[in-house]
């Protein structure tokens, strides 16, 4: 039998009826109401009426009205609202009921008690916790009066217990939390107060909470209390076997049975929705079995347990089960059987809800979802709703791994028919609701388990007939399919009281729970409860969607774009691999070796543009025993490529012993750009011996660049030049660069390397994928109370944490890259069909076959294993960033993508340079040798060549090669003459790199010291600090003139400065400002600190004379007098110290810091010592301080100092500020005060930039001591002569300075380390920092002066500077003199001095000290004058003194050193720079204006004696000839000794033009002209030009390159009019060169407008002019014309020009219409002359307006065509011509030897522009020869003078004027 309670307020009624007692109530009447006047006209008896009215705040009046307030009267006050009213009247209604509790002993008054506490308690919610603990009285007083009733009757039990657990349950409730905002303002408990920190406040409040936790644990121990009190009350009085009572209020139940031992046993005790089930009897009681067993259940729909802090929390109802043995608590743990326990759940839990859609086709499409478990007493309940109808959901799951078809723990499906198949299923009882959604619950396993759901489209609904027609339809046109899914993790815990934490040990979750009650079964009894959450949607890295990426596309998008350029420019790189590799290095057999002395020589072509060449090469050694040949490189092969190394074998006959010089040439034969060749270096190795000798070339040998010159002779190389650093550094930086940077050495890549492109391409794909994934695996969030400083540069900026990511993900990918690049880089290559290695193995008799030792590196098949680690870090790298991005989401994926680009810059600019750099500087430094023999490392060609068989000499004798050698010996003979001037220029240029670089480190040096030096002092933001201390600190210190205004200055002035009491509103300050000092910027590091120094006693004694007047008198303050020792208060000397220490404190003497600065004032120095204090830690504090030590009279007569410090730090800059303020109390009587403020910097500064500056100190230190290391080589070798340098002198004391300031620097951190560990453990901070502020003084005094030294050293290295030679040559010259001045004006001035000291120090300031006084007359001898302070203090000796020093010091000695220093300019003036020194300044300009483009190139023309050379070349060649046809014909064999002494005849030359000149060879075969005279025709005009040029160069070699110039010209001319008139030209023969430019699209060159020329002269004879353009450019320059005549001229800027004279006008014909330039006009009046204006003295020259030209190289084409068409007759103004056929036609014309007009697209062309006329002007007209002579321009007025009509002599300058602007 059950009985069942529930109340109301009435009076109860029984209801008896089958086997269950229910007790009911019901309410009274109306009408039997009493009302409330009547309520309250009672007394307290009335309410135990049962008339009274049931309205609480009917009874709440009643009891307010008899509760005893007399003490709560001034508590309670006046109420100010009705909150506060209610408040009052229960707080009063309670008291009544506390009072009442004595007086209820009747059971009618316990019941009504109960009844009465229950309907006050619940009237009055959120109650203070002290009214509930008064309330709390009321109900355990009520319990422990239950024994006084009858409990067995279910009225009584009704009547008590029920208004006893509302009572519980309203105390129980939680009210609605006080901090809950109104209006968007916090409770008017809760408002901040502003005087409280945010730490003061938090710690408040956690105090709250704990307090509230504190009560409310005290509160729920009290509630069970009352319910165990009725519990046992009911119990005592229930019979074993009697039904249960159950009481149900207030959201608690309770209930009471007492059952049989023996029956006990798998019972259910339930409540309204909750339940226990036990265990059997056997596993609790086991084998004893008690006479009863008595059971309480409670249950709380609310957790009253909410102290706990662990990781569950219980949000369900909380339900306990307690057991009795005979009256006594059983517990119980560990059984064999579990307790099955239901637990209703709360209202509020809901799960979680998302939704999934698949785009459409969603066949086969599945979607996972991860859940994580952590033990058995977990488990999640998962829902899954298909959001689709007629479409199959599969469902299934795992633990541990992803489910599929074979592999499951459970699996169902789950669908929505359609409308039509479901109403059939409904009519006909088939419907299965079942399928309509998934549900599973997943329980937790022993351990942490991830499960897996996987949810799967199976496709359309079967289970009806047309399940593939309108329905199907509609299935698959929707655009998506979609479910839903619900999860919500369950949880079993129970309350455990030892711990007081839920937990959830000894249970497990059933498979049967749900939302609405979870299920556990426990081993153990206690308070149970259930955690119900809905976890986040945890992503799975295997769980991903491409759909996602349509919104998150930036990443992916990233690496298409990489993959994509690495298959493009793999691509590339394999088509330009398949269409052959262009060779670089070859190897060439230049004889046969068969001379017994083998050489090689290599040779390394630079890696400019356009530096290899295919003109012929030639070369030649010098050694010390023998030269060798002159070797000519006679191949087909083009060999000398860009950036290439050719390999020469050759022999000779004799040992050439250490070779000394290398000669190399080329005969410029090459066409356009090709025919230059710059060599970078050179080697030779002598095979016999195996010695090696090397060449620094770096030079071009070019006609048209560097110095013009074709031969270069290089010395060889010393130890020294190989070893130097200008020369090791760049080159083995080139060779690494293109060998060890990934990037960079794809494109740059050696040649012979293992490791090819398409590799390295490969490995660089890997790095960037690999550094992708590895900075996503980095990737942090920066701290928020982290310092974080960017770094900007340019629209760049990154942070430390960036280049700290960046630093990671190289570390990181460093050891898989490495691994992919040693497999590639040291794995054989496969020999397989590979003919080139054989051939290279097999290279030739000529040389011996090398032994193929045994293999080295690793076998091939290394590279295939490299491709597989590349292709799973790229793939692998790819996948897993991309699966990052989803994780992340699209702000966060877009924001690491731009971060992770400038960690790959950093990571390709700055890391690998940094390395290659790092590399380069060692390898340079320390292991040169190996160095130099990587740069000249030989690389062996693939095929040998041999030029004696590739070269075409098909006969015995070849004049080709004959000609070229001798030519190129020439060239030798020519370059040895300048081999002194090579090595000069080499030295120079050596020491021009190397000043360069000695430059450039030293400014990088000096860079770093200034930026130490400046971080340590912050001179501009310490100037700024230090002005506001000195403004807010120091200010009216002037004031203090006694010790009165003294002690009002600390209270008035110091005190508000140091704690300011208000803030600037003057009121209260806010708690943040409350720790500041008065600039609000600043705050004390600790308390500042009175020091003061004292004097001795009986040091000195008053005279006796003097003793009634003065009886006392005290010294002046210094070591000897100073006082020590300890004092009581008062200044009574104490002589027992302990004593003191153990009553009350005094005063002891502090000494100085360790180690001091001295501290001075106005009148002396002090060390810092005396008797110091503290002030106190706040305003109060050091008023009283100061009124104590005012008190005990602590400044008296023996003070003679008080130091005032103070230590502030502005954490708004990081800088610490040192105030320090001096008052002395002299002995003369007064005050004299004075100051010091330093602001300096104790630690590193935050941030990046304070890295960077650590970065920087280190940088220096490792750069000193490589300085040490070098100095200290130098200094070794030099020996004592080191010592004699001065600039050496200077860089030991740098060296001294540089060490003191890093041992300084090591101080100033441990000081500052001290300093900053006394401030946290506020121990003897006044030393610790004046010890820190010393040294950091100290420090910031040598970091200058080592930043003055090393700047004072950049004059050491510019010292080759003219002007700063010639300005030290002045101090050099007037050194003597001036240090005898200086000595001379030192006497002078000390004695003026101490006069002045002597004579006006009594009175006068600025003599008051001796070095005052100096300092004074320092100031006068410069021009600051003194005279009124001297003639106020001594009217008559100050003028006489005044200007007897201005007279003597300021007239005369200064003037004398002005003199002295005027003497020496003369000497500077006439000061000559050493010639090194003169040839380097001319090398540095060369190479500065050849950097910038401004450097002229010299253009180069063969001396007079080239065409003498080729003659004489010429006759060598036809005797050669001769000789061997003789041979033949009659079949002998000359020897040498068959040869003729003599020439045994003469040939005549037929191609020479006879000369009427003797040439005679002297030793140094200078040509020696003998002129004679010749008839004035056009030919013996240009002879004459030639023999006047050719006597001109026979002068000593005196001819300028003009001169020469136009030697070359009329040599030319000569020969070809000579050759014009004695043969006849059936055709025009060009070489090589002139036909590649005729074809292929080049200006034409002389000889074209020449031959064509001749040509038209051959055709036309009675044409005039037609002269080789050369000739206008000779003194005598063209013939002047008298008719119709045609000539080509060139302006001297790289362009050709035709005129005429026909129909009586001069015309110029130009395609370009540029200006006229000086020389064409001279060409012009010289061709034209007699057409002149003769009275206006000017030469009118139309410009007709003609076709222009397509291109820069076909104005000769037009030139020639406009002079045949004119010739012919045409107006060429109306002519147009075919541009495309204009250089074919004219190649046919030469071929023919006959010019025809040129082919023509229109002969009417419409005329564009008028015809414009230029006239030229003349000086003078005079009527000279046919020829005018040489003519030049006027600078003044530009007209044209006749040079020869002059009065006198040429100019110097070479600037010209004529006669007219002369005068």
Not at 1170 to 1176: E, T, W
Not at 1311 to 1316: D, E, G, Q, R
């Amino acid at each position: 039998m059950t009985t069942v309670l529930s109340f109301r307020p009435s009076t109860p009624t029984v209801q008896l009826g089958g086997d269950e007692t229910k007790l009911t109530s019901s309410r009274p009447p109306v009408g039997n109401r009493a009302t409330p006047d009547q309520a309250l006209g009672n007394g307290l008896d009335s309410i135990y009426a049962e008339s009274v009215s049931p309205n609480p705040q009917d009874v709440l009046q009643i009891l307010a009205q008899n509760a005893d307030v007399s003490g709560d009267a001034a508590v309670l006050g006046q109420p100010t609202s009705a909150a506060e009213e209610k408040a009052q009247m229960c707080r009063k209604a309670i008291k009544t009921l506390v009072s009442e509790t004595g007086l209820a002993q009747t059971p009618q008054r316990v019941q009504k008690l109960a009844e009465l506490s229950s309907l006050v308690i619940k009237s009055c919610p959120g109650i203070p916790q002290k009214d509930k603990d008064m309330a709390m009285s009321v109900l355990k007083s009520v319990t422990s009066k239950l024994d006084q009733l009858d409990m067995s009757d279910p009225s009584t039990v009704e009547s008590v217990g029920g208004p006893l657990l509302d009572s519980v349950g309203s105390l129980l409730e939680e009210p609605e939390r006080d901090a809950e905002e109104v209006d968007g303002k916090p409770a008017p408990d809760l408002e901040e107060d502003q005087s409280l920190s945010p730490k003061e406040r938090l710690e408040k409040a956690k105090q709250k909470e704990q307090e509230n936790q504190a009560e409310k644990r005290r509160l729920v121990q009290e509630s069970r209390q009352v319910l165990d009190g009725l519990y046992n009350a009911i119990i005592g009085a229930m019979r074993p076997g009697a039904p249960p009572v159950t009481i149900e209020r207030g959201g608690i139940t309770l209930q009471a049975q007492t059952i049989w031992g023996d029956q006990f046993g798998g019972q259910v005790f339930q409540t309204k929705n909750g339940s226990f089930h036990v265990p059997s009897k056997a596993a609790l009681l086991g084998d004893y079995t008690p006479h009863s067993v008595a059971t309480k259940l409670t249950q709380f729909e609310q957790n009253p347990f909410t102290w706990g802090r662990g990781e569950y929390q219980a949000r369900s109802s909380v339900m306990e089960l307690s057991l009795q043995q005979n009256n006594i608590p059983v517990a119980f743990n560990n059984l064999t059987e579990d307790f099955y326990i239901t637990i209703p759940g709360g209202s509020g839990n809901k799960p979680a809800t998302t939704t999934i859609t698949f785009a459409a086709p969603g066949n086969k499409s599945s979607s996972y979802h991860l859940l994580n478990l952590t033990n058995t007493a977990e488990g999640f309940l998962v829902t899954i709703t298909p959001l689709n109808r007629s479409v199959v959901y599969d469902v299934s799951g795992r633990y541990g791994g992803r489910p599929d078809d074979q592999n499951y723990n459970v699996s169902m499906e789950t669908y929505i028919l359609p409308e039509e198949c479901a109403f059939m299923k409904t009519l006909s009882g088939d419907e299965d609701t079942e399928k309509r959604e998934a549900t599973m619950f997943i329980p937790g396993k022993d351990g942490p388990v991830d499960y897996y759901i996987k949810v799967q489209i199976r496709g359309p609904v079967t289970e009806c007939d047309f399940e593939k027609r309108a329905d199907m339809k509609e299935s698959h046109a929707d655009d998506f399919y979609a479910y839903q899914i619900q999860w919500a993790r369950l949880s079993c815990v129970y309350w455990s009281e030892t711990q007081e934490d839920w937990s959830t040990d000894g249970c497990a979750i059933s498979k049967q729970s749900t939302i609405s009650s979870t299920i556990c079964h426990c081993n153990h009894l206690t308070a149970f409860g259930s955690d119900f959450a809905t976890p986040p949607n945890t992503f799975d890295f295997m769980d991903f969607d491409f759909s996602d990426f349509v919104d998150n596309g930036a990443i992916v998008a990233a690496i298409i774009v990489a993959l994509c350029l690495y298959s493009f420019t793999a691509s590339i790189i394999k088509i330009a691999e398949s269409r052959g590799k262009r060779m670089l290095h070859h190897a060439v057999k230049l004889d046969n070796l068969q001379n017994g002395y083998l050489y090689r020589l290599l040779i390394w072509t630079g890696a400019a543009k356009h530096a290899g060449t295919e003109s012929t090469v030639s070369f030649k050694l010098f050694g010390a025993a023998a030269n060798s040949d002159l070797l000519v490189v006679d191949i087909t092969e083009k060999v000398f490529t860009q950036n290439s190394q050719v390999t020469l074998t050759f022999s000779t006959a004799e040992q050439l012993g250490n070779v000394e010089l290398l000669q190399l040439m080329h005969d410029n034969s090459g066409e356009g750009g090709r025919a230059s060749w710059n060599v970078d270096r050179a080697a030779v190795q002598d095979l016999t011996t195996g010695k090696l000798f090397y060449f620094f070339c770096s030079e071009w040998l070019a006609a048209d660049r560097g110095d013009g010159q074709v031969v270069k002779t290089f010395p060889v190389a010393t130890e020294q030049d190989l070893r130097s650093f200008g020369f090791l550094f760049p080159a083995s930086l080139r060779s690494n660069l293109a060998e060890e940077h990934l990037f960079l050495s794809v494109a740059i890549m050696p040649e012979d390397s293992a490791f090819t492109r398409s590799e390295r391409l490969g490995c660089c794909l890997s790095l960037l994928l690999m550094s992708m994934v590895s900075s996503a695996m980095w990737l942090r969030e920066e701290i928020g109370t982290q310092v974080v400083q960017a770094i900007s540069l340019g629209p760049f900026s990154f942070t430390l944490n960036g280049v700290y990511t960046g630093v990671i993900t190289s570390i990181t990918c460093l050891p898989v890259i490495m691994a992919i690049v040693l497999l590639f880089q040291y794995s054989r290559p496969s020999n397989k069909g590979d003919r080139r290695v054989r051939d290279v193995e097999t290279g030739g008799p000529a040389e011996a076959p090398t032994q193929q030792g045994p293999a080295k590196g690793l076998p091939h098949w290394c590279k295939y294993v490299a491709w597989v680690l590349v292709v799973l870090s790229a793939v692998g790298s790819a996948v897993f960033t991309a699966l990052y991005s989803l994780d992340w989401g699209k702000d966060k994926s877009e924001r690491w993508l731009s971060a992770y680009f400038i960690t790959f810059l950093v990571d390709m600019f700055l890391l690998q340079p940094a390395k290659i750099l790092l590399l380069t500087f060692l390898t340079s430094s320390i292991r040169k040798p190996q160095a130099v023999k990587k740069i000249y490392e030989e690389k062996r060609g693939p095929v040998s060549i041999d030029a004696r068989t590739v070269s075409s000499q098909k006969a015995r004798f070849s004049s080709n090669a004959f000609r070229m050698k001798r030519k190129m010996e020439r060239l030798s003979m020519t370059s040895l003459a300048n081999i002194k001037q090579a090595r000069m220029r080499q030295r120079r240029d050596r020491r021009v790199v190397n000043t360069f670089w000695d430059i450039m480190w030293f400014c990088c040096c000096l860079l770093i010291v200034i930026s130490i030096s400046n971080e340590h002092h912050n001179t501009t933001e310490g100037f700024y600090q230090t002005q506001s201390m000195t403004n807010t600190f120091v200010q009216s210190m002037d004031e203090v003139n006694d010790p009165l205004t003294f002690w009002s200055w600390l209270y008035e002035t110091a005190l508000g400065n140091f704690y300011p009491e208000t803030s600037y509103k003057g009121d209260k300050p806010r708690w943040q400002d409350k720790s500041f000092t008065a600039d609000m910027q600043s705050v004390l590091v600790y308390p500042p600190s009175l020091i003061q120094g004292r004097v001795q006693t009986g040091l000195c004694t008053v005279p006796v004379t003097m003793q009634h007047l003065f009886d006392e008198c005290s010294s002046a303050y210094d070591e000897h007098t100073k006082e020590t020792g300890a004092f009581e208060k008062g200044w009574k000397r104490v002589r027992n110290t302990s004593a003191m220490e153990s009553e009350a404190p005094g005063w002891i003497h502090l000494p100085s810091a360790y180690p001091s600065l001295p501290i001075y004032g106005v009148t002396t120095q002090y060390w810092g010592d005396g008797f110091g204090l503290h002030l106190g830690k706040s305003a109060d504090e050091m008023r009283s301080v100061l009124a104590e030590l005012k008190a005990h009279h602590w400044i008296d007569k023996r003070t003679r100092v008080i130091f005032l410090e103070a230590v502030l730090y502005n954490g708004n800059l990081d800088l610490f500020t040192s105030v320090t303020m001096v008052f002395e109390f002299s002995e003369t009587a007064g005050v004299f005060s004075h100051h010091h403020v330093h602001t300096f910097r104790l630690h590193q500064r935050p941030g990046t930039i304070g890295y960077i500056y650590v970065l920087l100190e280190i940088i220096y230190v490792i750069i000193l001591l490589y300085t040490l290391w070098t100095e200290g080589k130098a200094a070794r070798a030099a020996g004592l002569a080191y010592l004699m340098e001065p600039w050496n002198i200077v860089e030991i004391f740098n060296f001294i300075l540089a060490f003191t300031v890093i041992v300084l620097y090591g101080f100033k951190i441990m000081y500052s380390s001290k300093a900053l560990m006394a401030i946290k453990e506020g121990k003897d901070l006044v030393h610790h920092f004046r010890s820190a502020v010393n040294i950091s003084l100290v420090y910031g005094w040598f970091l200058a002066f080592l930043t003055f030294v090393n700047m004072m050293k950049l004059l050491r290295l510019v010292r080759f500077n003219p002007f700063l030679s010639k300005l030290m040559s002045v101090f050099r010259g007037m050194a003597g003199e001036f240090c005898s001045f200086i000595f001379y004006f030192f006497f002078w001035l000390s004695a003026f001095g101490v006069y002045a000291y002597l004579m006006f120090g009594l009175s006068v300031t600025e003599y008051s000290t001796i070095s005052k006084s100096f300092s004074t007359l320092f100031q006068m001898s410069l021009g600051n004058f003194y005279y009124y302070q001297l003639k106020e203090a001594a009217p008559i000796l100050g003028p006489i003194y005044f200007f007897a020093f201005i007279s003597l010091i300021f007239l005369v000695l200064m003037n004398i050193a002005m003199a002295i220093i005027d003497s020496a300019l003369p000497d500077v003036r006439n000061h000559d720079m050493p010639e090194e020194d003169q040839y380097f300044i001319q090398g540095l300009w060369e190479r500065f204006t050849a950097f910038f483009g401004f450097l002229k190139v010299p253009v180069t023309d063969d001396d007079s004696m080239a065409i003498l050379h080729d003659s004489l070349i010429g006759v060598e060649i036809k005797v050669e000839k001769l000789w061997l046809k003789r041979e033949s014909l009659f079949n002998l064999k000359m020897k040498d000794a068959d040869l003729p002494t003599g020439p045994e005849f003469v040939p005549t030359v037929k191609d020479l033009p006879a000369l009427p000149e003797q040439v005679i060879r002297s030793e140094n075969r200078a040509p020696v002209v003998v002129a004679s005279k010749l008839e004035d025709t056009p030919e013996n005009h240009q002879t004459k030009q030639v023999v006047k040029i050719k006597s001109i160069l026979s002068k000593g070699g005196k001819s300028d390159k003009k001169s020469t110039r136009k030697v070359s010209f009329a040599l030319a001319v000569l020969v070809r009019h000579t050759e014009e008139y004695k043969v006849e030209w059936p055709s025009v023969k060009m070489n090589a060169r002139n036909e590649v430019a005729l074809t292929y699209l080049q200006m034409l060159t002389d000889d074209h407008i020449q031959a064509a020329q001749m040509l038209l002269r051959r055709q036309y004879p009675a044409l005039q002019g037609l002269e080789g353009p050369a000739v206008g450019l000779c003194d005598d320059g063209f013939v002047k014309m008298t008719g119709k005549g045609l000539q080509i001229h060139h302006n001297n800027h790289q362009h050709w020009v035709l005129s005429s004279y026909t129909d009586g006008k001069v015309c110029l014909y130009d395609s370009l219409s540029v200006p006229m330039t000086p020389s064409l006009q001279i060409q012009l009046y010289q061709s034209y002359a007699a057409f002149a204006d003769q009275t206006r003295n000017t030469l009118t020259v139309f410009l007709p307006n003609v076709q222009r030209q397509k291109n820069v190289s076909d104005c000769g084409l037009f030139a020639i065509a406009w002079a045949v068409d004119i010739a012919e007759g045409q107006d060429v103004s109306r002519v147009l011509y075919d541009n495309r056929k204009m250089r074919s036609h004219l190649k046919t014309c030469f071929k023919q030897g006959n010019l025809t007009p040129f082919p023509l697209l229109s002969s009417n062309r419409k005329n564009e522009g008028q015809t414009k006329k230029h006239q030229i002007k003349l000086v003078c007209h005079c009527e000279q020869g046919e020829r005018l002579g040489r003519m030049e321009t006027c600078k003044a007025c530009g007209r044209m003078l006749h040079v020869n009509c002059l009065p006198f002599s040429p100019p110097c300058d070479g600037t010209w004027v004529c006669g007219d602007c002369a005068v």
